[in-house]
T-cell receptor, first 110, second 113 residues
Framework: GESVGLHLPTLSVQEGDNSIINCAYS??????FIWYKQESGKGPQFIID?????DKRQGQRVTVLLNKTVKHLSLQIAATQPGDSAVYFC?????????FGGGTRVLVKP | ETGVTQTPRHLVMGMTNKKSLKCEQH?????MYWYKQSAKKPLELMFV???????ENNSVPSRFSPECPNSSHLFLHLHTLQPEDSALYLC????????????FGQGTRLTVV
């Protein structure tokens, strides 16, 4: 990703295992959340979103969980593949501002 | 290909130069954004435009000057930048300015020398 130099938490996962990436957001009034994936040399790419009136949403191989009580968001990737290696960002939306977290680097080991 | 195109992909400029970054979206979106991604910080929102009107300036120095002539185009005019302004500048667009996913371009890698 484009965060070289930034000390990112790194999750190493074996190919085929499930991955769980966690994110703490800051504003309890935020009402919309997005997970993005950023591969090296590319811009962030939308993965999945969730609104604050939900606590779980599933996509293809991905699930997002929202815990508003503790302001926590997680992304679960099932059967992680080499193509899942990237930096993952959560983002919270409040008004017209989409604010990003620091990101987590996922490394998939063959 | 996300439908958001940024040019140039790479730019090297001196501190006394004036240059512009261009962003074009082909998605029919009404909101456009500039973000800065540097080596030492997470993605930072710089500017938000909604229906061609600037609705957010996130305390960005005046050496960065955005322009949005229409809903499909967004520019970032640069002048007298500093080396610490070197970063990846990302443009994004969304259908509305609130509560909709943003689609990002590939970014312009800017180096100020």
């Amino acid at each position: 990703g484009e965060s070289v130099g930034l000390h990112l938490p790194t999750l190493s996962v074996q190919e085929g295992d499930n991955s769980i990436i966690n994110c703490a957001y800051s504003n309890s009034a935020s009402d919309y959340f997005i997970w993005y994936k950023q591969e090296s040399g590319k811009g962030p790419q939308f993965i999945i979103d969730i609104r604050s009136n939900m606590d779980k949403r599933q996509g293809q191989r991905v699930t997002v969980l929202l815990n508003k009580t503790v302001k926590h968001l997680s992304l679960q990737i099932a059967a992680t593949q080499p193509g899942d290696s990237a930096v993952y960002f959560c983002a919270e939306n409040l008004g017209n501002k989409l604010t990003f977290g620091g990101g987590t680097r996922v490394l998939v080991k063959p | 290909e996300t439908g958001v195109t940024q040019t140039p992909r790479h730019l090297v400029m001196g501190m006394t130069n004036k240059k512009s970054l261009k962003c074009e979206q082909h998605l029919g979106h009404n909101a456009m954004y500039w973000y800065k991604q540097s080596a030492k910080k997470p993605l930072e929102l710089m500017f938000v435009y909604n229906f061609k009107e600037q609705t957010e300036n996130n305390s960005v120095p005046s050496r960065f000057s955005p322009e949005c002539p229409n809903s499909s185009h967004l520019f970032l005019h640069l002048h007298t930048l500093q080396p610490e302004d070197s970063a990846l500048y990302l443009c994004a667009s969304s259908q509305e300015a609130e509560n909709t996913e943003a689609f990002f371009g590939q970014g312009t890698r800017l180096t100020v020398v």
